[in-house]
């Protein structure tokens, strides 16, 4: 996913869930979860806003939690506030591989990019 020469930065989102309750210091912790999906926007010369960090801590991937809810909200508003959603892996999003397509196809009908950080991207 790349802007176009002139064009102003992406705007990101941030998605992290967790099924367990992790303290911050821990593997995949939210906190480490949205470390390194800012770190790749700051690689990238994209821009995260604090107010479009979503997340569900101790939540099951099988189905869609209210961070994901207000983020899928968020992300249908006309003028959109964000280009693309950044999460570390497919499964942060859900565990459910249609559910996870089902979301790819509503982000993308609204222009939305999904980037994760451990495998790439799925183009709009």
Known sequence: ?????GSQPLR????ARTATVKKPDEDNS???QVERCKRLA??????????YIFTDSGQSGLRVNSGL???????AVN???FDVLLCTS?????????LVIRIHK??????VGIRFTEHGDIPV
């Open 1 to 5: 996913m790349k802007k176009k020469p």
């Open 12 to 15: 990101c989102a941030i998605y």
């Open 30 to 32: 939210i906190t480490q």
């Open 42 to 51: 700051k690689e990238k010369d994209w821009i995260v806003s604090d107010d």
């Open 69 to 75: 809810k207000n983020l899928m909200r968020i992300a």
């Open 79 to 81: 003028p959109k506030s």
């Open 90 to 98: 497919i499964d942060r999003i859900a565990r459910d591989t249609d």
């Open 106 to 111: 509503v982000l993308k009908r609204i222009g």
